[in-house]
Each structure stands twice: as structure tokens, then as C-alpha cells.
């Protein structure tokens, strides 16, 4: 039987602590996150353990492992979610609700990582505020828990005539296969191979190699001494040296794991890492390290949502020391008699069917959270009335001839519209903001879209996605085949105005806030060029100077449209909120600098071809909707925006107020004159 070793509960509370301050106080801790990965090589570790141990025995038995796994595990993450779905019923958005309950499904299934990883990039509806994001590592442990058991069970059993071999070259293989598909799924997919489960084997077994005892402990206590010293320092430094810019998990991450290995490999009760991890400070809060993981994350996003402020070293104290106390009770009152069967008054408490019956209740109100909301609109009714037409097609909110969106060449051509807008559903929102403007003047024009979400309008130009998501990978071909198709008809059709609209940044820049990829999705001219920020720019250049050519030489007038400000989740979970209250002055905003920066290439370029071309207009979204420090997602009672970067109806009219008169001189030449107001009224 294994003995009980101090020194791994006190490496338990480095990692719980090294995540909780990093999610208190990120730029004190850029490289916190790393605490999870320290856990999974723990974990790996100790699983590897017993189940090699108890299979030499010949005493193993896969009921009798699970049984523990969720007494240890379930019990305290379902009650957890539970009263997360129940406490922030009263502080999330409608929106956030429906993610909450989403999540939450997810996270009873052991499958938040999943969630997480199909919530992320372009059509993910996930913000900042989601108060089970960190149920994502429990859903990779929990996998592991499944999956290894066999893994160990067939190298022990049915290759047991090729000896220890068999064990070994099972082990590494899957090390270096986990190894490897991260270092090239973070690449191409930083998402998927950071929430998925196999890009993560490497580290479990990182812990499960000492367990096998493929590496031996020195007989010297010296230089157990030194290595645990050694490797407790590079643990602690790739705390400060990483950060969320880190490509992980890859190869750099095997830095935090081995040196978590080494600790465990070296580690001991006695001697100066005795001293640091083994003492009754580190060892009481690493066994409660489980506890305070599950309740850190709802106190932080709670405390966000409530007073939209980053905490201050004196709040982010007060914060821990909540944890710390909701942890305790937590772990004493819930956690640890379920998991040892010891509670008052019963001789044995019956876990398996608790955590059935807290799956059940907890799946029924995510689940009722997700479908229909009908929650959050009955505790916050006001929210059903904060986005009346928008998301709507065009042709349901204005009274024209034309189909307010066509969606086939035929449909094009059967249609007289003045104004045609294409490109990704931004261009959908441009559509309203060209009839407000126009609307403004006493304009009498027709607008219609002709649009794919997510295809950007530059023709010979190919967009890849940045997913592996099967859904966007036909979405890619379908905007191939459609802007092959706007390419021949756009330039045909009747329409004297062509608005091309897209969320251009998207395309050339790197991930805003601390996403970790070297780029969003990128702009090819063919499937074999590098995929990079930079390529991406230059191919927008070219192409976009190609399809301003084709227009303009088809007698069509181009109007370029900046991308709306792309604001974070918190920015836009404040605007849904203030929308219920009735602070008339009430501000949500995103750094203007941000915005800026981020929106500089393909403003400056559509600056520069305007001003070289005077049938190119140049319509900037910035300016109506931010100042000098802040982009306004919610300015003094009105929401300007449905989500993070399409603007509502209100801020149409905000942006319309700023152009509607130089859209109307622009436009004046190619419409009929009795369509447009007397110039001198």
C-alpha cells in the first residue's frame, strides 16, 4: 500500500494558489494557468499508483475505482454547479444565462472542455463572465480517469508476454502522440488543443512515468535535495515567465511538468522542501485544493459582474479569504463525508445515488436555463425589449420592392435595389445603417444584402478558417463558391452601389485579449501559402484593390465600410445590464487605444484607396461610437451593440448621425433625382 506523502499535498497547494492568484490578479501571475497542468501531472501520478499497484496485486477492480473516482470528484463539482446556476440567476444577462445553462450540461456530462472548445473563435457566444470556465480541466481529469485504466490493464495484461517492454513503449508512445499533436494543434487550432483531452496525455504521464518507475530517485538525500530546490525554483519562474502569449500546451510546457515531476520524483517530508511543501500551512490548504478550485472562479466572476472593477490587492485579499472559507465548507461539510461515507446519523451515505439525483437536478435547470431562458426573462423581464428587429433580415424591418436579402444570382437579377451590400453578416447590419442614414436625408433609396456570415467580400481571395470545426470547414467552401459568385454578378447587376462590409480585423490580426493565437482566420490566394498575420495583410490589399477595380470599371460606385469596435464579453454583459436599470448616464465601454490598434491596417487601407479613387467611399465606424479613451458599447441609456461586434439599431443611428450626410453626396450622381432630397433644403 502506498504511504502517504505531505510534501505532494503541499505541491497541491502551489498549484490551486498559483491559478487563483493568477485569476485575481493576472499580471501579478501571467504564467498562474500553469497550476492546472501541475495538477494533471499529480494526478497522473497518484492515479498511476494505485492502479499499477493494486493490477501487480491482482486486486484491482474497475467498479471499485470508479465508485472512489466519483465519490472523490462528483459530489462537490455537481453541488457546485448547482448553486452557481442558482446564485447567478440574479446576476447574468439573458445571454449569459443561456451560456450558464449550456455550460452546465457540459460540465455534469464531464464534458465542459468540449463546450468550451466549441464555444471558442468566430461563433462562439462565450464571454469573460462564463462562472463555470474552470470546470474545462475537471472534464480533461475526468476523461483521464476513464480512459487510462484500460490503457495500463492492456500493457499489464494482454501484452504481459513481451515484459516490461510492452509497458514501456505503450507509455512513451502515447507521450509522445499526446506531445506531439498538441505542439501541432496549437498551431493551427490553439482552441482545440488546449481544451481537448489528448493533447493533454503528455502531462498525465509526465507523472505516471514515476509512478512506473521508469525513473529512479537518487539514493543521496543531498541531491534529492538539490533536484526538489532545482526544480521547485523553474516552477515557480515559469509562473512569471509564461503567459497567456505562450503557445500551450506544446513542448514549453513540458517545463512546469517536468519540474512537477522532479518535485514528486525528489520530494520528501524532511530536508528544506520538506520545509516548504510538507509543513501544516501547505498540506492543510492543498487537501483542501479541490474545494477551493471549484468555488475561486464563481467569487472572481461574481465580484466582476457586480462591481465591474479589477480587484485591488486589499479586495483580491478580502476575495481569497471568501474562497478559503467557502472551500472549508465545502470540503468539511460536503466534500470529504461523501467521499469517505461518513455522515451524521447515517452509518452509510448512499453517494452514488446523490450524485444521480444532483445530475438530474442540475442537468433539468441548466437545461431549462439553456432551451428557453424563461428564468432569466421572469427574474429580469426588461431584457425582452432591449433589441426589438435587430438580427432580423433586412426585408422584415424596411418597406421596399426588392427582397431585403437575396441569397442566388436569379434573386439578384429579378432585383432593382440602389444600394446592394454584401459580404459577412456585418454587411447585415451595414444594410441598416445605409436606409437610417439615407432615411435621415429624406433619401427615398432601396437597399438589399447579399451575404454569407463570416465571408469576407474580396474577390480571388480565400478565406480559411481558423478551426477544425467540421461546420466551418463547409462554411469555407461555401464562401469560396460565393464570392466566386459576387465576383460575376455583383459586378452585373443593376445596383449603381456596391457596400462591401466585413469584420475585416478578423482577418489580419492576432487574437484581442490575450486569445494566445498567432492570428484569428487568415486570407490565402492559394490553400498552401502561409497562414500568418502578416500574409493575410498583404492578400487583403490585393484583393480588396481587385474587387474595388472590377466594380469601379463596371460603372458601380464602392463604399467601404470600417469594422464596428469589437468590445470584450465584460463590456457587453454591462451594456445587457444597465439596459434593466434606470441609470440614464450609465457607461459600458472597451479601450479605445485597443480598438485603435487593432483596427489600424484595414482602416488606413481603405483610407488610402478612397482617397485615391473618387468613386470609393470610406465610411468609419470608429469615430461616431467611441472618443478620445473609450468605444461605447452602452451610452447613457442606449444599448449600442447586440453583441460583441455587431451594432444594435440604436447604433446604426449613432453612426448614421455621422455619415448620412456624406453617404448622401456620394451616392447622389447614380440614383434617380427624384429619389433624393432637393440639396438645397
Known amino acids: 500500500m502506498s504511504q502517504y506523502r505531505p510534501e505532494v499535498d503541499g505541491l497541491r497547494t502551489v498549484a490551486v494558489m498559483s491559478v487563483v492568484i493568477f485569476h485575481v490578479w493576472p499580471h501579478a501571475l501571467p504564467g498562474g494557468y500553469l497550476g492546472v497542468d501541475v495538477f494533471f501531472v499529480i494526478s497522473g501520478y497518484l492515479i498511476t499508483k494505485i492502479i499499477y499497484e493494486q493490477l501487480n ?13 466519483i465519490r472523490r470528484i462528483l459530489p462537490a463539482q455537481l453541488l457546485v454547479v448547482l448553486l452557481t446556476i442558482l446564485a447567478f440567476m440574479f446576476l447574468l444577462s439573458p445571454t449569459e444565462l443561456s451560456n450558464l445553462g449550456h455550460s452546465s450540461i457540459y460540465a455534469v456530462l464531464s464534458l465542459a472542455n468540449v463546450y468550451f472548445w466549441l464555444e471558442s473563435g468566430y461563433f462562439g457566444a462565450l464571454s469573460e463572465n462564463s462562472p463555470l470556465l474552470h470546470m474545462w480541466s475537471l472534464g480533461v481529469e475526468e476523461q483521464f480517469y476513464l480512459v487510462w485504466p484500460f490503457v495500463l490493464m492492456l500493457a499489464l495484461s494482454m501484452l504481459r508476454p513481451m515484459g516490461r517492454a510492452a509497458l514501456v513503449i505503450l507509455v512513451l508512445a502515447l507521450f509522445f502522440g499526446s506531445l506531439l499533436s498538441a505542439e501541432l494543434l496549437v498551431r493551427s487550432s490553439p482552441a482545440a488543443a488546449f481544451y481537448l483531452f489528448f493533447t493533454r496525455i503528455f502531462e ?13 530517485r537518487p539514493r543521496s538525500e543531498l541531491a534529492n535535495q538539490a533536484i526538489g530546490l532545482a526544480a521547485l525554483a523553474v516552477l515557480v519562474a515559469s509562473f512569471f515567465w509564461f503567459n497567456e502569449a505562450t503557445r500551450h500546451p506544446s513542448a514549453w510546457t513540458l517545463i512546469p511538468c517536468l519540474a512537477t515531476g522532479a518535485l514528486i520524483l525528489s520530494g520528501s517530508s524532511r530536508g528544506v522542501i520538506g520545509a516548504l511543501l510538507a509543513n501544516k500551512g501547505s498540506v492543510h490548504v492543498g487537501l483542501l485544493s479541490y474545494s477551493l478550485y471549484l468555488t475561486h472562479w464563481p467569487v472572481v466572476v461574481g465580484y466582476r459582474i457586480v462591481t465591474g472593477d479589477a480587484p485591488s490587492l486589499a ?9 478559503y472559507v467557502l472551500a472549508a465548507l465545502l470540503h468539511y461539510g460536503w466534500e470529504r463525508p461523501l467521499r469517505y461515507g461518513r455522515v451524521v446519523g447515517m452509518a452509510r451515505f448512499p453517494t452514488v445515488g446523490l450524485v444521480a439525483a444532483l445530475s438530474v437536478v442540475s442537468l433539468f435547470g441548466a437545461s431549462h436555463l439553456w432551451a428557453n431562458n424563461k428564468v432569466g426573462e421572469t427574474l429580469q423581464p426588461g431584457f425582452s425589449q432591449v433589441a426589438v428587429a435587430d438580427g432580423q433580415p433586412v426585408s422584415s424591418r424596411f418597406d421596399n420592392p426588392c427582397p431585403g436579402r437575396v441569397r442566388s444570382a436569379e434573386a439578384l437579377t429579378s432585383c432593382s435595389a440602389d444600394i446592394l451590400v454584401i459580404g459577412d453578416s456585418h454587411a447585415d447590419r451595414t444594410a441598416r445603417l445605409m436606409e437610417t442614414a439615407l432615411q435621415m436625408t429624406g433619401a427615398d433609396t432601396v437597399t438589399t444584402t447579399w451575404t454569407l456570415p463570416g465571408c469576407p467580400p474580396l474577390f480571388g481571395a480565400i478565406k480559411i478558417y481558423n478551426s477544425d470545426r467540421p461546420v466551418l470547414q463547409a462554411r469555407q467552401e461555401e464562401c469560396r463558391e460565393i464570392v466566386e459568385a459576387w465576383q460575376v454578378e455583383v459586378a452585373a447587376s443593376a445596383a449603381p452601389i456596391i457596400v462591401l462590409s466585413a469584420r475585416w480585423a478578423w482577418l489580419t490580426e492576432p487574437g484581442p485579449w490575450g486569445a494566445g493565437r498567432e492570428r484569428e482566420d487568415a486570407l490565402v490566394l492559394s490553400e498552401d501559402e502561409a497562414r500568418t ?3 493575410s495583410r498583404e492578400v487583403m490589399r490585393a484583393s480588396l484593390g481587385e474587387t474595388v477595380r472590377v ?3 463596371a460603372g458601380k460606385r464602392v463604399v467601404l465600410v470600417g469594422q464596428a469596435p469589437l468590445h470584450s464579453g465584460d463590456s457587453i454583459a454591462c451594456a445587457e445590464r444597465l439596459a434593466l436599470s434606470d441609470d440614464a448616464d450609465g457607461l459600458c465601454w472597451t479601450d479605445a487605444a485597443a480598438v485603435r490598434s487593432r483596427h489600424y491596417f484595414h482602416a488606413s487601407l481603405f483610407a488610402e484607396i478612397a482617397a485615391g479613387d473618387g468613386e470609393v467611399l470610406f465610411l468609419d465606424q470608429i469615430a461616431p461610437l467611441c472618443d478620445a479613451d473609450r468605444c461605447y458599447s452602452s451610452f447613457r441609456g442606449d444599448r449600442l451593440y447586440n453583441d460583441r461586434d455587431h451594432i444594435s439599431d440604436m447604433g446604426a443611428i449613432y453612426v448614421a448621425r455621422s455619415v448620412a450626410i456624406t453617404l448622401a453626396q456620394f451616392i ?6 427624384d429619389t433624393l432630397p432637393d440639396p438645397a433644403s
Do not use: D, H, K, Q
Open 315 to 323: 479586495v483580491g485579499v478580502a476575495l481569497i479569504a471568501l474562497m
Open 57 to 69: 496485486e491482482g486486486r484491482f477492480s474497475l467498479s471499485n475505482f470508479y465508485i472512489r473516482r
Open 551 to 553: 466594380l469601379t470599371e
Open 204 to 216: 498525465f504521464v509526465v507523472g505516471g512515468v514515476i509512478a512506473l518507475g521508469f525513473v529512479r
Open 533 to 535: 498575420s502578416a500574409r
Open 668 to 673: 447622389a450622381p447614380m440614383i434617380a433625382p
